[in-house]
């Protein structure tokens, strides 16, 4: 079982930056792929980005390629996603999740999720 909580939201301009944290409880959080996602008002829920249990591979979506990087510090049981170059259409309440297969870019690859942070970004 692993309970994660996300962190690190809120008001932001365009062109600015946020960082977002998932913490993450239980022994077994370095043997997990970790992924961002992120769901928009009437919108599904969408890929942001992954990273494997080692951080020697991420995957990244195409919308956010080059701004977002997402990262991982097995230590402190936290994942990570730095966030730049901030648009409008980054407006969406940021959640992470858990899987115990590779990282994977759809979100039935996924065994447990956080509540979800917001983030806004204004123009």
């Known amino acids: 079982q692993v309970q994660l909580v996300e962190s690190g939201g809120g008001l932001v301009q365009a062109g600015g930056s946020l960082r977002l944290s998932c913490a993450a409880s239980?022994?077994?959080?370095?043997?997990?792929?970790m992924g961002w996602f992120r769901q928009a008002p009437g919108k599904e829920r969408e890929f942001v980005a992954a990273i494997n249990w080692s951080s020697s591979s991420t995957r990244y979506a195409d919308s956010v390629k080059g701004r977002f990087t997402i990262s991982r510090d097995n230590a402190k049981n936290t994942v990570y996603l730095q966030m730049t170059s901030l648009k409008p259409g980054d407006t969406a309440v940021y959640y992470c999740?858990?899987?115990?297969?590779?990282?994977?870019?759809?979100?039935?690859?996924?065994?447990?999720w956080g509540q979800g942070t917001q983030v806004t970004v204004s123009s």
């Open positions: 999740a858990a899987s115990a297969l590779t990282p994977r870019t759809t979100t039935s690859g996924y065994n447990y």
């Open positions: 239980g022994r077994t959080f370095s043997s997990y792929a």
